[in-house]
């Protein structure tokens, strides 16, 4: 059974960062592209980033670039978001995902003083 | 960016019935392997969207035939037959032809 477990979420001050990270098991993780998707409160689904299997590409939304670092760890099977400068239009539950496939559970995220 | 527009906003159907919902793409979805890069989601009530579709057409594992994609390069549509109660959520379609990946607006499903 494929899972896909996301932490490291939590309630930020604006400016300061935080570091999700997602646990991935139940297929080869080294073989797949990874996102992070994210879903402010009540609102629809935002693709945030993109990285390949080797981590070759990265992919970021206009809304991040220059804030977020995706990477991930191979020999660990997890996936990071490294979040800096936050603001409180970052406030969302973050999912980790392959969206063609699988999504993890979420993590929220809130930016607020 | 891709565009992509979801019809109607909100559906009420009669359980048993059917429903059907458009989503259509500002440009075409059709990659030059001859796969279109749509795919179905279904959010239930605080859960994560979880897929029905992928590649506008193919059943995800576990899905009830219930379910059905299709379209063209830029028009498609997730059918349910026989509505049921498990049904309720919002539907997603989105695409992930090229980055950035995007998503339409949503649709709730609601029963009457």
């Known amino acids: 059974e494929v899972q896909l477990v996301e932490s490291g979420g939590g309630l930020v001050q604006p400016g300061r960062s935080l570091k999700l990270s997602c646990v991935a098991s139940?297929?080869?993780?080294?073989?797949?592209?990874m996102n992070w998707i994210r879903q402010a409160p009540g609102k629809g689904l935002e693709w945030v980033a993109y990285?390949?299997?080797?981590?070759?590409?990265?992919y970021y939304a206009e809304t991040v670039k220059g804030r977020f670092t995706i990477s991930r760890d191979n020999a660990k099977n997890t996936l990071y978001l490294q979040m800096t400068s936050l603001r409180s239009e970052d406030t969302a539950l973050y999912y980790c995902?392959?969206?063609?496939?699988?999504w993890g559970q979420g993590v929220m995220v809130t930016v607020s003083s | 960016d891709i565009v992509m527009t979801q019809a109607p906003l909100s559906v009420s159907v009669t359980p048993g019935e059917s429903a059907s919902i458009s989503c259509r793409s500002s440009k075409s979805l059709l990659h030059s392997n001859g796969i279109t890069y749509v795919y179905w989601y279904l959010q239930k009530p605080g859960k994560s969207p979880q897929l029905l579709i992928y590649?506008?057409?193919n059943l995800a594992s576990g899905v009830p035939d219930r379910f059905s994609g299709s379209g063209s390069e830029t028009d498609f549509t997730l059918k349910i037959s026989r509505v049921e109660a498990e049904d309720v959520g919002i539907y997603y379609c989105?695409?992930?032809?090229?980055?950035?990946?995007?998503f339409g607006a949503g649709t709730k499903l609601e029963l009457k």
């Open positions: 590649r506008m057409s």
């Open positions: 995902a392959r969206p063609g496939a699988d």
């Open positions: 139940g297929f080869t993780f080294s073989n797949y592209g």
């Open positions: 990285i390949s299997s080797g981590s070759s590409y990265i």
């Open positions: 989105g695409q992930l032809l090229e980055n950035p990946y995007t």
